[in-house]
Every structure is written in C-alpha cells, then in structure tokens.
C-alpha cells in the first residue's frame, strides 16, 4: 500500500482490508462510534468497538459474570494517556472518585506508565472520559492504530537529562498527536470544548508545520502525518537518559538516548527502531523483537527523525495482514540498512551519525526516598502487579489531596510520589508507613521488578491467570531458592496469553499462558533487559513448575552463581538447557 495518499484518495481501485476500511469511513475515528454513544444498548457494535480504541477504550466481557449478569458482564477498561507516568494530584483526585463511582473500585498502573480503570458500564463511559479531560487528563491515542503512550524516566530528579527526558517525551506526545482525530475526541467526550486543545511548544509546532512537507505528508490534508487510515497497528516510542533502561528501552518502535551537556542542554539522541513484544503461539510468523540502533541525531533533528521514522512505517508497513503489521517486521524483512537507507532518501533530511557511547544500562526502579532537588523529595512505593485498591487507593489518595503531591507510575508498574517538602517529608512518611510501606526501598528482590498482565477475568484475549497468581507463583520461587540456598534473584515475568503485554520475552523466566493453568516456558533474558529470552517449554502445568526448573537452578547454584540466571542459560546453551528439562520430567 502506498503512502497515507491512499487514504486520502477518492478514486481506490482495490479493496481495501476490512480494519483498514472502517477507519477510512470512520470520518477521522468518529462514525458509528458517536451515533452509538447515543444508543441504549449494553455494548458497542463490532465497529465502535474497534474505533473505540482510538479513544482509548477496549469493550470487554467479564468472564465470570457472563453466566450471572448479562448487562454488567458487559464494560469498558479505560486507559489514559500519561506521557512520562505523569499524574497531576487533580487528575488522581478525579480518577479516584471516577473508578469508586463508575468503575469496579480499582486503579492500576499499566506497564506503559499510565493508569487503567476497569468495569466502566457503556451508559457511563461519556462522563468518566469527559471528567478525566476536564481535570487535565487524555485518553485519545492511548489505543488503536497509533502512537501510545510516550515513556520516560519516571524519576523527577531536576539533574543530568532527565529533565530533558522528561520534556522530550512530552513533545513527543504532541507531536505525534492526530489532528483530525482530536476534533473528533473533543467532540464527543467533551461536546467540541476545543478549550482542551494540547498546547503544543514552539518546536512542536515547527516540527507539526513540516508534516506537510515531503515525504512525511500523508496526502490528507486533515491528518498531515496520519492520513485518513492512520497506521497499519500500534506504535510506541521511548525516551531515556544513558545508563537508565526502567522503561525496557529495546521493546519499543522507536527508543531514545538523550545526550545533554553540562548544563542540561540537549545535545542529541541515540536512535534505536523495531522492537515489539507481541506475537501469537503456533504462529512462527510472529515474534518478539528488540530494537536496532539506527544512529545519533543532533538535537535539532530529533522531533523530526521520530515523524519521518512514524511516515516510513505508515507508507511501508503490512497493511494487508494485521499480525505482520508492527514495524519490528519491516524492518525484519528489509533489513536495518534498508530502512535507515529510505528513511534518509525519502522522510529525513538530517544527518544521522554513529551512535554515541552509553554506561552499561541498569534497570533502575526508583523505590524507596530520594533526593529530588534541594528542598523537595520523592518515594517509589511497590504495588503488586500496579493494583490500586481498598484502603491502600483511599490512603494515597488522602496523601496526594493534602500535600497536592504529582504521581508518576512506573513500567515496573510501581508507584513515585513526588514533590514532597522537607517540612512535609515526616508527614507522609507517617501516612504511607500506615498503608504498609515501612521501608518502601526494602521490598522483596524476587517481587521488585516481577510484572504481570491483567489477564482473567476482564482480558478477552487471556487464556489463563497472571496478575492474580503472580504473588503466590513469586512466593514459591522464592522458597526454592532459599531451600536451596542461592542467595540471588531471578527477573520473572507473566502473562495470561502470548501478546506481551509485560513484556515477559525480556525476562529471565517467563511465564506466557497457553492453555489452562498451563504455560510456555522462555528462559534466558538479563536482568538489565538487553537480551530476548527463548521458549524452552510449550505447556508447563504450573503446578509443576518447581520440579521443571529445580534442574536449571542446582545448575546455576554449581557454576558459582557469579553470572545471573539468564546469563547462565545463555552460557549452557539450548541443548544442554533442553537436556536438564528433560531430566525433571
């Protein structure tokens, strides 16, 4: 499929794909979504559905009052768009009593920085999204076809380049945000109150302004960069400082290394394209991906480099079938040269050079109380697979409208509490020592950097459990290897179904739902998130888990224990790893 033109073209002599149809008759994400709306049924069509996603909703059964409760089985899980993981106390504040009234009681920190709610009925959906833009908050782009949530440090230290992390990643938010389609959002969450406009810097304007220029011009004069069929599947974009890989930098489209100089001025960027977690069992086809490095831009590129990098994949990604749609398979199939070659002859004018030498990265995750300028402090506090509920959600929520305390979520699915005065410090940690976090920074090594995906019973992809077994799997392994007496930690991840969602190909044991109680079995990642992991296991029965791994662990206990469990799956090798699952069988 040709350039965005092919959207905006009236004369289209080939049918179109189905997904790919219904956004161009969608008039920028707006039909049938907005007459449904309006209607009294329980659930979107399938077409609403889809458009819904845009808008940052995904219609969802929940499988254990399917039998019970034909209309409340029947809800919207709801996610924001918090670039950074910022939360301004006003925003929490409002999603508090959002979710308490309207929602299933919850909040959770998504692994993308940004909060979900759950059990949102369709009558209500109007009210709960109109409140979150009314009280400085997005949901447009936090789904669909389309840039995602931009991640970012969520440390808000006012040193080195986090700061520039920080903005960039808001920029980056704005600059790859839909034009046509943001009419079409305010229209109908807030009835066309275009006070709620993003007010864009003067470089995001610049940078929104050469949209029209070239190669990155769609053909559709209503979305510059998107084109009336906007992207063939998801894109996601990461901004980092060297050294810091909390947002696994390497599962993104699009991955930043901000250089600064000394006086925190940016300098350029480390460019890294195609990683991706998704992938489908039996489906050899798809696969997780990390990222490559395409090069270093100077700082004036950078705004420009990620909208060209965004044009390329919405002229040249598979449009014809979804599952190869992700530009980690673009750029799979034409090679890095390839794609570095076209981005410079036909999108990007800039000079891309070699990259830049970084620090080993480090998965940092910020728990515990630091240091975040001279008079003011923050403190990471661990929440278990990102869920806020119960008396926990109520005491934070009391904190943050006392002290107006900034919330930023993690990809680790924790929770920073920012802002916090010298004079304030002893108040709050009184108040979060009551909610159970006495030594926030002490948490369990096995629990600190362990995330799960929703799964059941709201997921309708999900074959079987993740978050709400995650603590009871960590426990079990954690009383292995004391049993056995290794004395270091193991990155585990989970989920409920293969599409990636906590990005457990990163991971040095994962466990990926495939079938009831049962789980693929990958093995091999490291613990700074650098390296993929690889299946060894197709159906691991999870009640057999610490007998199928015993094996690995008395083998990683015998070499000494001075790599880390992913490095010593690497240095076994497939067959000898193979030859000591078969021996637990």
Not at 109 to 120: L, V
Request: proline content about 5%.
């Amino acid at each position: 499929m040709s350039r965005g033109s092919v959207a905006a073209t009236d004369d289209i002599n080939q049918t179109l794909p189905k997904a790919e149809q219904r956004k161009l008759d969608s008039i920028h994400l707006r039909d049938p979504l907005l007459a449904e709306l309006g209607n009294d049924e329980i659930r979107f069509t399938e077409d609403g559905v889809q458009l819904l996603k845009f808008h940052g909703s995904y219609q969802q059964n929940h499988r254990e009052l399917r039998k019970s409760d034909k209309v409340r089985c029947w809800q919207m899980m709801l996610r924001l768009r918090n670039p950074g993981g910022r939360v301004p106390a006003r925003l929490f504040v409002a999603l508090d009593e959002l979710s308490n009234r309207l929602g299933d009681g919850t909040l959770r920190a998504t692994t993308r920085q940004a909060f979900q709610m759950h059990g949102i009925p369709k009558a209500d959906l109007k009210e709960v999204i109109g409140t979150i833009v009314r009280n400085l908050g997005s949901t447009l782009a936090a789904c669909g076809d389309i840039n995602r949530n931009v991640m970012a440090p969520p440390a808000p230290f006012e040193k080195g380049g986090y700061p520039v992390a920080r903005r960039l990643a808001d920029e980056i938010a704005d600059l790859l945000s839909p034009e046509a389609a943001e009419g079409s959002f305010l229209d109908m969450w807030v009835d066309g109150d275009l006070s709620y406009r993003f007010k864009p810097s003067k470089a995001v304007r610049r940078a929104r302004e050469r949209q029209s220029e070239g190669g990155v011009f769609s053909g559709s004069g209503s979305e510059p960069l998107y084109g009336d069929t906007y992207l063939p599947r998801k894109f996601k974009v990461g901004v980092t400082v060297p050294g810091d890989n909390s947002i696994d930098l390497l599962t993104q489209d699009i991955g930043l290394v901000v250089f600064t100089d000394p006086s925190g001025t940016l300098r350029g960027c480390n460019v890294y394209v195609g990683g991706g977690m998704g992938r489908t069992h039996n489906k050899e086809e798809t696969f997780a991906r990390i990222a490559d490095p395409l090069g270093y831009v100077a700082a004036d590129d950078v705004l420009d480099v990620v909208q060209s990098i965004m044009a390329l994949q919405r002229d040249h990604g598979d449009r014809e079938v979804r599952k190869h749609a992700r530009m980690k398979y673009l750029i799979h199939d034409k090679g890095i040269e390839w794609f570095r070659s076209t981005l410079q002859k036909d999108y990007f004018h800039g000079e891309l050079r070699g990259l830049r030498k970084e620090p080993k990265p480090k998965l940092l995750d910020y728990l515990g109380w630091h240091r975040q300028k001279p008079g003011l402090w923050f403190v990471g506090l661990p929440l278990v697979c990102g869920r806020l509920q119960g008396e926990l959600k109520q005491g934070l929520r009391s904190l943050v409208e006392t002290y107006q305390l900034e919330i930023r979520l993690t990809a680790n699915q924790d929770l920073l509490l920012c802002n916090i005065g010298s004079s304030q410090r002893a108040a709050v940690q009184e108040g979060i020592k009551k909610l159970g976090f006495e030594a926030p920074g002490e948490t369990s090594p096995m629990a600190r950097h362990a995330i799960a995906c929703p799964a059941l019973p709201t997921c309708g992809l999900a074959i079987t459990e993740s978050e709400r077994i995650l603590p009871d799997v960590l426990d079990r392994i954690d009383v292995q290897l004391q049993r056995l007496e290794i004395n270091k930690s193991i990155l585990v991840r989970m989920t409920g179904c293969p599409n990636g969602c906590a990005r457990p190909y990163m991971a040095e044991l994962a466990l990926v739902g495939n079938g009831l109680n049962q789980y693929q079995l990958w093995l091999g990642g490291t613990p700074n998130l650098q390296r993929l992991a690889r299946p060894y296991l197709e159906k691991l029965p999870l009640d057999k888990l610490e007998s199928t791994i015993e094996p690995l662990l008395l083998s990683w206990k015998d070499a000494g224990g001075r790599r880390s469990f992913g490095d010593h799956i690497e240095k076994l090798g497939d067959q000898e790893v193979n030859d000591l699952l078969s021996a637990s069988a």
